[in-house]
């Protein structure tokens, strides 16, 4: 079983939806959650991180952690063409430890 | 500021042969990781660098190697290529260790034939 399961995709939405990713994890010990998007032929970039059950807000990303469940998702409000990426979940044992990488959701958002 | 700059940016050898990638981090970003992205495999941690020295390595054969010079900038090493070598390595930087301030390069595509 691999420590981060992730629906690879590709998921086609509407623009202004709302869009749902998610993980599994199944190492416990795991208290520090990133989001990460990556657009083709570009570097992974940081959207968040929380080290917390629950929910965290940034702009039109939410971050939901469930310890309990071992469940991450990432909800993204009023969807944008430019929203269009793969988005990877990145568990981690802290924030100095090694990023364990879900495989990526590819995400696209039709005009 | 200039970002993550990684060369070459594209790379075709032989199995084999071996690689040398480099990597130049954020001017006085002191820790900098390397990554091996795959379409199977996806985005798998080798290891990182801080001052100089490893302090974490990920489950990779030991034909793959590191280091860190005393200006921060990196270089990983291959040897004896693999066709399931063939992959975008990523580069990141960061001040310190903790990953919330880590920014990625471009990657260094390199196919083994």
């Known amino acids: 079983q691999k420590e981060v399961e992730q629906d690879p995709g590709p998921l086609s939405v509407p623009e202004g939806a709302i869009v749902s990713l998610n993980c599994t994890y199944s190492?416990?010990?795991?208290?520090?959650f990133m989001w990460y998007r990556q657009y083709s032929r570009k570097g992974p970039e940081l959207l968040m991180y929380?080290?917390?059950?629950g929910n965290k807000e940034d702009g039109r990303f939410t971050a939901q952690v469930d310890k309990s469940s071992k469940y991450i998702s990432l909800f993204i409000r009023d969807s944008q063409p430019s929203d269009s990426a793969t988005y990877l979940c990145?568990?981690?044992?802290?924030?100095?430890?090694?990023?364990?990488f879900g495989s990526g959701t590819r995400l696209s958002i039709r005009p | 500021k200039a970002g993550v700059t990684q060369t070459p940016r594209y790379l075709i050898k032989t199995r084999g042969q071996q690689v040398t990638l480099s990597c130049s981090p954020i001017?006085?970003?002191?820790?900098v990781s390397w990554y091996q992205q795959t379409p199977g495999q996806g985005l798998q941690f080798l290891f990182e660098?801080?001052?100089?020295?490893?302090?974490n390595k990920g489950n990779f054969p030991g034909r793959f190697s590191g280091r860190q010079f005393s200006n921060s900038r990196s270089e990983m090493n291959v040897s004896t290529l693999e066709l399931g070598d063939s992959a975008l390595y990523l580069c990141?930087?960061?001040?310190?260790?903790?990953?919330?301030?880590?920014?990625f390069g471009p990657g260094t595509r390199l196919l083994v034939l």
């Open positions: 990141a930087s960061s001040p310190g260790t903790v990953k919330e301030t880590q920014y």
């Open positions: 190492n416990s010990a795991f208290q520090y």
């Open positions: 929380t080290y917390s059950s």
């Open positions: 990145a568990p981690s044992y802290s924030s100095a430890s090694k990023i364990i």
């Open positions: 001017s006085g970003h002191r820790s």
């Open positions: 660098y801080f001052s100089e020295t490893q302090r």
